[in-house]
């Protein structure tokens, strides 16, 4: 069973940057991501790697402010959040599956979820 845990979240201004962690408890060899959701607001893929070759897919929203990337020795991935806007404030998930590459972009493979960590973005 592969467990996440998120940290990094909390409170900033905007224009502040926060870096999220998430740490498995086994190497995920396929596809993990930022998810977000906000009060009243559809869960939204943030971004996304293939952690067996590096490949990155950031959504449009956050192209530009947010990176994502990993360390395999640490089986945790991070998210680089720069630039934030108080339209980034959601509860952010890390989750994980099998896939590979672009197909870490499909909505259907997440089988591991964290429980979440809060970032709240002031104006």
């Known amino acids: 069973q592969v467990q996440l845990v998120e940290s990094g979240g909390g409170s900033v201004q905007a224009g502040g940057s926060l870096r999220l962690s998430c740490v498995s408890s086994?190497?995920?060899?396929?596809?993990m991501g930022w998810f977000r959701q906000a009060p009243g607001k559809e869960r939204e893929g943030v971004a996304r790697i293939y952690t067996g070759g590096g490949s990155t897919y950031l959504a449009d929203s956050v192209k530009g402010r947010f990176t994502i990337s990993q360390d395999n020795a640490k089986n945790t991935v991070y998210l680089q959040m720069n630039s934030l806007k108080p339209e980034d404030t959601a509860m952010y998930y890390c989750?994980?599956?099998?896939?590979?590459?672009?197909?870490?972009?499909?909505?259907?493979?997440?089988?591991?979820w964290g429980q979440g960590t809060q970032v709240t973005v002031s104006s």
């Open positions: 989750a994980a599956g099998p896939g590979y590459g672009a197909a870490c972009l499909s909505s259907q493979l997440w089988n591991y």
């Open positions: 086994v190497y995920m060899r396929g596809c």
